[in-house]
């Protein structure tokens, strides 16, 4: 086993482990000239790039220098991605005893392009994804739905495992464990009704779809150039690499007219990624943005928010915005199901401050008739202890009153007693 291949068994994420090898592909290109016809290196070249790798290790080079070079060329790229690579490949050679001083660190950590992402996205709307919809199979159709209406990330949504979908909640419930999540913490989000169905359509031909990609497969696993597919064992919902979902998304934006790629970094401007901030921004036009971002896993969102909601009031909060998750519904329907929401939520408001005025009034007399009760006892007990000519005397003094006078009534021995 070569020392790149050795080095990705630290990560149990294979996103995360094919990232590292694509940074220090790219290291090796730079040293020594691509190696790579495409972006995704073949078996044959994953053998090369190993050589190549044990050759710089023996090699009496300026490892210092070297990456100080390659940080300079990577400022084509965008500053977030040229930092990751940095560090990937930095990561990569410390394993293997070249490690850089703090100070060569320092100094080539400024020889990084500085600031923040630089592309120029497209806006990804409800109008954009259906365009991009009608150019793909129900494999397709499927990923793309339960991507915008979940906001979970590419490679969470390809390792998710059928078993982890609750098809029968309402809404459909998505457990994403922490082996497969990017901040290593377990959450739940959900599915539209809309992404549903989707599935289930897919489904009906997921069985299939896996002997046929099986079949494809024997030549090259014949040549040596290719794994032995699972098949039917596969467990996931979308039980295919990242390389098809890629090139199903790009072939999709080339048949709706929509590929293009930024001027100054050439990273397309249409992506996955983009599916995930549609899913943010329109559930947080009905509800709290802390709900859109706990379900779609950014972690300083998750542990505050798990203590507040329950699954059922996350749930009904999704319930809330889903109509706005749906791609297909004609944009009149969203629109007038949005305006009835809010409605309604204005006549809940309106429902609830009744209830309460109410609930504060029903409090208020009980306190009076408390109070009430309290004055008329004290009073009472206070007439029955004086003596009869001063109790008559009290009469006399109130009995003009008429809310009192109504109350007097005659003992059998003729004494005159006032009833509070």
Not at 36 to 62: F, G, M
Not at 404 to 417: A, Q
Request: net charge neutral; with cysteine.
């Amino acid at each position: 086993m070569g020392k790149i291949a050795e080095y990705q068994k630290n990560y149990t994420n294979e996103d995360t482990a094919q990232g590292y090898a694509a940074a220090v592909y790219t290291f090796m290109d730079f040293i020594y000239g691509k190696q790579r016809e495409k972006r995704c290196a073949t078996d044959e070249e994953k053998t090369t790039y190993e050589k190549l790798v044990d050759k710089y290790l023996k090699e009496k080079r300026d490892y210092p220098d070297d990456l100080t070079k390659f940080a300079v060329s990577l400022h084509a790229r965008s500053p977030l991605s040229a930092r990751q690579t940095f560090n990937c490949v930095n990561g990569f050679f410390n394993y293997y005893d070249r490690e850089l001083s703090t100070k060569d660190e320092k100094f080539i950590r400024r020889r990084l392009p500085k600031g923040h992402v630089q592309s120029i996205e497209k806006d990804m709307d409800t109008e954009t994804i259906r365009t991009i919809l009608q150019h793909v199979d129900v494999k397709g159709k499927a990923l793309i739905l339960v991507l915008a209406s979940s906001g979970m990330r590419i490679n969470e949504a390809l390792s998710l495992p059928l078993d982890d979908i609750d098809f029968k909640a309402k809404p459909a419930v998505i457990t994403i464990r922490g082996e497969n999540s990017k901040n290593g913490d377990n959450r739940i989000t959900f599915m539209s009704e809309e992404a549903k169905q989707a599935v289930n359509e897919w489904l009906k031909v997921r069985a299939d779809y896996i002997r046929g990609a099986a079949n494809k497969n024997n030549g090259l696993v014949k040549s040596g150039r290719g794994n032995l597919k699972s098949g039917e064992d596969d467990g996931r919902l979308f039980p295919f690499s990242d390389q098809n979902a890629s090139m199903l998304w790009n072939n999709a934006l080339v048949k709706a007219g929509l590929l293009t790629h930024d001027k100054t970094t050439n990273r397309i401007q249409l992506h996955y990624h983009q599916l995930r901030k549609f899913f943010i921004s329109q559930l947080a036009l009905i509800v709290s943005k802390e709900i859109p971002e706990t379900l779609a896993g950014h972690s300083g969102y998750l542990t505050d928010a798990y203590r507040r909601y329950t699954k059922k009031q996350l749930a009904e909060e999704y319930l809330k915005g889903q109509h706005l998750l749906t791609i297909q519904a004609p944009k009149e329907l969203q629109e007038i199901e949005t305006e009835f929401k809010a409605k309604m939520q204005n006549h809940s408001e309106i429902i609830e401050d009744l209830i309460k005025e109410k609930i504060q009034m029903k409090q208020q007399i009980q306190e009076w008739a408390k109070l009430s009760l309290s004055l008329k006892e004290i009073t009472q007990a206070l007439i029955d202890r004086l003596p009869n000519d001063e109790r008559e005397e009290l009469i006399k003094c109130i009995i003009d009153d008429e809310s009192i006078k109504k109350n007097i009534y005659l003992e059998p021995d003729g004494t005159k007693i006032i009833q509070i």
